[in-house]
């Protein structure tokens, strides 16, 4: 599942987001198991990881049974007056992005800091699939253009 999550989003988040320029996936040196890169159009980029489980019962290798897609959320913008990005603000766009995407097998898609309750203190987004599987994608690290992820995971800087 997380290994066709992951494609899924190198494939259907650029066209889904136009400041999206390219989606990979994160492996190698420090890369948890299942992550992604983004860049956007600025040249900033951002490292997700992906973590998750399955619905009780539901084998890996069996996708979610599909039904009808999430319905779209405006794409809010990305960058501030600066042309940077914040992480709250990457949160916001990549939630609408993956509701743009029209997979049928994706019941919600939120942020965590807006998560019913108590919001997380730290961004990333969650997937629920129609079957109960869920996915969790913290940000990891943030990157300005021309900039590496740096060595720190999860100190992300407040604009990138």
Same mark, same amino acid.
């Not at 399955?54 to 290798?61: Q, Y």
């Given at each position: 599942?997380?290994?066709?999550?992951?494609?899924?989003?190198?494939?259907?988040?650029?066209?889904?987001?136009?400041?999206?320029?390219?989606?990979?996936?994160?492996?190698?040196?420090?890369?948890?198991?299942?992550?992604?890169?983004?860049?956007?159009?600025?040249?900033?980029?951002?490292?997700?990881?992906?973590?998750?489980?399955?619905? %009780? #019962?539901? @084998? /890996?290798?069996? *996708?979610?049974?599909?039904?009808?897609?999430?319905?779209?959320?405006? &794409?809010?913008?990305? +960058?501030?007056?600066?042309?940077?990005?914040?992480?709250?603000?990457?949160?916001?766009?990549?939630?609408?992005?993956?509701?743009?995407?029209?997979?049928?097998?994706?019941?919600?898609?939120?942020?965590?800091?807006?998560? %019913? #309750?108590? @919001? /997380?203190?730290? *961004?990333?987004?969650?997937?629920?699939?129609?079957?109960?599987?869920? &996915?969790?994608?913290? +940000?990891?690290?943030?990157?300005?253009?021309?900039?590496?992820?740096?060595?720190?995971?999860?100190?992300?800087?407040?604009?990138?």
């Amino acid at each position: 599942m997380l290994d066709r999550f992951t494609q899924f989003c190198v494939q259907a988040l650029p066209p889904s987001g136009p400041d999206i320029s390219a989606v990979e996936p994160w492996q190698g040196d420090g890369a948890p198991a299942y992550g992604i890169a983004v860049t956007f159009s600025s040249g900033s980029r951002l490292w997700l990881q992906i973590t998750g489980g399955l619905a %009780p #019962g539901t @084998p /890996a290798s069996e *996708p979610s049974t599909p039904a009808s897609a999430p319905v779209p959320v405006p &794409l809010p913008a990305l +960058f501030d007056e600066t042309g940077t990005v914040s992480p709250l603000r990457a949160e916001a766009y990549l939630t609408a992005a993956l509701t743009h995407t029209d997979s049928t097998e994706i019941a919600e898609v939120y942020g965590y800091s807006n998560r %019913p #309750g108590q @919001p /997380a203190q730290h *961004p990333g987004l969650g997937v629920i699939f129609h079957n109960g599987a869920r &996915l969790y994608l913290p +940000f990891v690290h943030t990157a300005k253009a021309g900039q590496d992820r740096g060595r720190s995971p999860f100190r992300l800087q407040t604009s990138f």
